[in-house]
């Protein structure tokens, strides 16, 4: 499964981890776009890139995920979800060091 | 399954395709007026009433039903059991009222795109108009009433159509990934 941070940010300008989000929970993109009350083409331009998504929008994704907006969304290409909560192995070596 | 939307056996998932549709379409219509005026012009005679009022009657009801029709076929998919719709709305299919509407409101991302439309068709509608004026006020063109006449008769239908053909040809390619990840 490719997300827009694999492939870049699209159109839009800005990466996201909806498809990685929704996927992990197991949500279609029909009832994420239910819950957003969105057409579920929307979902698919926002996880492609393709589309910026309103404020409003971006907020309700962030309560959707129980997540705050910049986890979701990033001006900066984002890293993996698993490397952002555990680091890498090198970072978590330099962390036990210096604990 | 992958979703390929198609009209008459041509697929319409890729731009360049709806482009031919698209130009295809005003090209006739552009061509059908060109024609009715020649001949109004050249023979003005009773018959071109008659004409005229087959023209202006049959545009009025085919053209935005020729237009419905692409952006309802690319809007719902006979293929697709689950329902699963992917197209083109315009405000004309949200807007009736809640019991009979039978797509529901249009969404931010295509709001935006529906005033994208709009916003160009303005422009090209402004071009049009100046572009008769320009060309009736300086009277370089040749046959410059025919034009004039030509493009104040054309008139509704690019207001009521451009839009439209607009959003099918800026809609963009279908993407291998609209299916579902696994």
Not at chain 1, 38 to 57: A, C
Not at chain 1, 72 to 80: A, D, M, N, V, W
Not at chain 2, 13 to 21: E, F, I, K, Q
């Amino acid at each position: 499964m490719n997300s827009a941070s694999d492939k870049g940010p699209g159109e839009s300008g800005l990466y996201n981890r909806i498809a990685v989000l929704r996927a992990e929970r197991g949500i279609s993109r029909q009832e994420l776009a239910d819950a957003m009350d969105v057409n579920y083409q929307t979902i698919g331009f926002l996880e492609r890139g393709d589309y910026s998504p309103s404020l409003k929008l971006a907020l309700a994704l962030g309560e959707y995920f129980g997540l705050p907006v910049e986890a979701i969304f990033s001006r900066q290409p984002l890293k993996p979800l698993s490397e952002q909560v555990y680091g890498t192995r090198a970072a978590v070596a330099d962390t036990e060091k210096q604990s | 399954m992958n979703f390929k939307p198609d009209l008459m056996g041509i697929p319409l998932d890729r731009r360049r395709n709806r482009l031919w549709l698209v130009a295809a379409y005003w090209l006739i219509v552009v061509l059908v007026a060109i024609l009715l005026m020649a001949l109004f012009k050249t023979y003005p005679s009773s018959h071109f009433p008659i004409l005229f009022v087959i023209f202006y009657v049959s545009l009025l009801s085919d053209t935005p039903h020729l237009s419905i029709s692409i952006g309802r076929c690319f809007y719902e998919s006979p293929d697709r059991l689950d329902k699963q719709t992917w197209g083109i709305r315009t405000l004309f299919d949200s807007a009736s009222r809640e019991e009979n509407r039978k797509y529901p409101p249009l969404d931010e991302r295509e709001r935006s795109r529906l005033r994208n439309a709009l916003e160009v068709s303005y422009g090209i509608v402004c071009l049009i108009v100046l572009l008769a004026f320009v060309a009736h006020e300086f009277g370089k063109i040749p046959h410059v009433a025919y034009i004039r006449e030509t493009l104040f008769w054309l008139t509704p239908f690019v207001v009521f159509n451009l839009p439209k053909t607009i959003l099918i040809y800026t809609e963009k390619d279908v993407e291998p990934d609209m299916e579902e990840p696994q």
